[in-house]
């Protein structure tokens, strides 16, 4: 199954490279520069820090990037 299926199908968290971790403040970052999204907009490129409250965050990131 895809990572686009298996998230439209609500899946996405029994595939083998999706991991769920908690964190205060994440640092996203790739080898190339990606758009980061909140709140469905696009809200700058990585390298971002990003600190949020508690349970109010879920991130999904494809490690191969």
């Known amino acids: 199954m895809t990572y686009g299926s298996a998230l439209r199908a ?3 968290l029994g595939l083998s490279h999706v991991a769920v971790v908690r964190a205060r403040e994440v640092r ?3 080898p190339r520069p990606r758009n980061v999204h909140a709140d469905d907009q696009v809200i700058g490129e990585t390298a971002q820090t990003v600190a949020v409250q508690p349970g109010a965050l879920k991130v999904l990131v494809d ?3």
């Open 63 to 65: 490690p191969r990037l």
């Open 28 to 30: 996203l970052k790739s």
């Open 10 to 12: 609500q899946m996405q």
